[in-house]
């Protein structure tokens, strides 16, 4: 199967949570939790089949190693995670916690074969300049088995403080964890190929002294809530906020070029989003009393790194990334970076100013409105995406 047509068959999940989402946008207010249905169905289901997609491509190509020898386990490891997310949804709206139990299991599984697959890869290849950047997806992927495992727990109904503590250091682990580092780790590389520029030795260099503190932090994040100790989950989101200015540093520059593209102007609104909410969420760190205000105070922050963060570098990644894997030659990639680029400033407002309306959440009629501008940019989006032409078969 050739290159292209692989990363079309690869990349169906993905659109189909987004739809799903859309749907679903109206009763989000209006359910038991609000940011339930926006978490697992983003995040879980299409922002980490996105993130499984890529990770394995930017693991091969950087290790200059042939990716169909990893088609076959890749397809297991993706069934069980779609299997494991239907099941942990059905399993919620049905209220049945068997089901959740069992589809946590499923996705703790695939993440773990994620992560070995990504090592036995790296571990086989020869020595080469982005040899390191795979330990970033090796390590996301582990934080995912922890947020798994502690979904598993929350599943079934545990009340009191306790509840609140698994909770937070279950989305500590998936967000800032899982789409954290897997984010840091390919920014490194993919913004000025983006810009089509050389990777600067400054950005490499920082990109990979800021890892260890990535993964200092989302530990103490999750040890702070796990030993009843909110000053020092406050202190490592400080920490986690800092490692992540200190590997987008050099590249802050680029803000002041003119003529952005969509990929480049999305990567950094999502950016904004994610130092944002981190500090936000170190402030109710501090200043709340309980972990269960904190989390209640946290149910905007949700939006904010769900729809802010990753599902706005999702879209600007995809838009650069999916012209080039179609290929078809200079002509061809022109055109569809072309089509990419339309309605690029509409696209980033509505999303944002949405997304601005989604979080004040004055009243029901403005919620919603938010979330029609939302889910308008969305379907603008997957339209583009949708309507990018592959090469054509020789």
Same mark, same amino acid.
């Given at each position: 199967?050739?290159?292209?047509?692989?990363?079309?068959?690869?990349?169906?999940?993905? /659109? =189909?949570?987004?739809?799903?989402?859309?749907?679903?946008?109206?009763?989000?207010?209006?359910?038991?939790?609000?940011?339930?249905?926006?978490?697992?169905?983003?995040?879980?289901?299409? =922002?980490?089949?996105?993130?499984?997609?890529?990770?394995?491509?930017?693991?091969?190509?950087?290790?200059?190693?042939?990716?169909?020898?990893?088609?076959?386990?890749?397809?297991?490891?993706?069934?069980?995670?779609?299997?494991?997310?239907?099941?942990?949804?059905?399993?919620?709206?049905?209220?049945?916690?068997?089901?959740?139990?069992?589809?946590?299991?499923?996705?703790?599984?695939?993440?773990?074969?994620?992560?070995?697959?990504?090592?036995?890869?790296?571990?086989?290849?020869? /020595?080469?300049? @982005?040899?390191?950047?795979?330990?970033?997806?090796?390590?996301?992927?582990?934080?995912?088995?922890?947020?798994?495992?502690?979904?598993?727990?929350?599943?079934?109904?545990?009340?009191?403080?306790?509840?609140?503590?698994?909770? @937070?250091?279950?989305?500590?682990?998936?967000?800032?964890?899982? =789409?954290?580092?897997?984010?840091?780790?390919?920014?490194?590389?993919?913004?000025?190929?983006?810009?089509?520029?050389?990777?600067?030795?400054?950005?490499?260099?920082?990109?990979?002294?800021?890892? /260890?503190?990535?993964?200092?932090?989302?530990?103490?994040?999750?040890?702070?809530?796990?030993?009843?100790?909110?000053?020092?989950?406050?202190?490592?989101?400080?920490?986690?906020?800092?490692?992540?200015?200190?590997?987008?540093? /050099?590249?802050?520059?680029?803000?002041?070029?003119?003529?952005?593209?969509?990929?480049?102007?999305?990567?950094?609104?999502?950016?904004?989003?994610?130092?944002?909410?981190?500090?936000?969420?170190?402030?109710?760190?501090?200043?709340?009393?309980?972990?269960?205000?904190?989390?209640?105070?946290?149910?905007?922050?949700?939006?904010?790194?769900?729809?802010? @963060?990753?599902?706005? =570098?999702?879209?600007?990644?995809?838009?650069?990334?999916?012209?080039?894997?179609?290929?078809?030659?200079?002509?061809?990639?022109?055109?569809?970076?072309?089509?990419?680029?339309?309605?690029?400033?509409?696209?980033?407002?509505?999303?944002?100013?949405?997304?601005?309306?989604?979080?004040?959440?004055?009243?029901?009629?403005? @919620?919603?409105?938010?979330?029609?501008?939302?889910?308008?940019?969305?379907?603008?989006?997957?339209?583009?995406?949708?309507?990018?032409?592959?090469?054509?078969?020789?």
């Amino acid at each position: 199967m050739r290159r292209d047509t692989w990363h079309r068959y690869a990349h169906i999940p993905t /659109p =189909i949570y987004l739809l799903s989402l859309i749907i679903a946008m109206p009763w989000i207010r209006q359910s038991s939790d609000p940011k339930w249905i926006l978490v697992h169905l983003l995040l879980l289901g299409a =922002i980490t089949n996105l993130i499984f997609v890529w990770s394995s491509h930017f693991t091969f190509t950087m290790l200059r190693l042939p990716a169909t020898s990893d088609r076959k386990p890749y397809l297991v490891r993706v069934i069980f995670l779609n299997v494991g997310v239907v099941l942990i949804i059905t399993g919620k709206i049905q209220e049945i916690k068997f089901l959740m139990v069992l589809g946590a299991v499923l996705v703790v599984i695939s993440a773990s074969l994620h992560a070995q697959s990504l090592f036995k890869h790296m571990s086989k290849a020869l /020595p080469s300049r @982005f040899k390191r950047i795979p330990r970033f997806y090796i390590v996301s992927a582990l934080f995912l088995v922890l947020g798994g495992t502690l979904g598993g727990f929350l599943s079934q109904g545990l009340k009191g403080e306790t509840q609140y503590q698994l909770l @937070f250091a279950h989305y500590s682990a998936n967000i800032f964890g899982w =789409i954290g580092i897997t984010v840091a780790g390919t920014l490194i590389t993919l913004i000025p190929t983006m810009l089509r520029t050389q990777l600067p030795v400054l950005a490499e260099r920082r990109g990979y002294k800021s890892f /260890p503190w990535l993964v200092l932090s989302t530990l103490l994040m999750m040890s702070g809530a796990l030993s009843d100790r909110r000053m020092l989950s406050a202190g490592a989101v400080l920490m986690f906020m800092g490692a992540w200015l200190y590997l987008l540093s /050099p590249h802050f520059s680029l803000l002041l070029k003119r003529n952005n593209p969509f990929s480049i102007l999305s990567t950094f609104s999502s950016n904004a989003w994610l130092l944002i909410s981190a500090l936000s969420l170190a402030i109710d760190l501090i200043t709340e009393s309980t972990w269960k205000v904190v989390n209640h105070r946290a149910e905007s922050l949700i939006f904010m790194l769900g729809i802010g @963060f990753a599902l706005q =570098i999702g879209l600007g990644a995809l838009s650069y990334l999916i012209p080039v894997v179609l290929g078809g030659g200079p002509e061809n990639a022109r055109m569809n970076v072309a089509v990419s680029e339309r309605f690029k400033s509409l696209r980033l407002i509505f999303l944002n100013v949405g997304l601005f309306l989604l979080i004040t959440n004055l009243s029901r009629s403005i @919620f919603l409105f938010g979330g029609a501008l939302i889910a308008l940019s969305l379907m603008v989006n997957l339209l583009l995406l949708g309507s990018l032409r592959p090469a054509k078969r020789s």
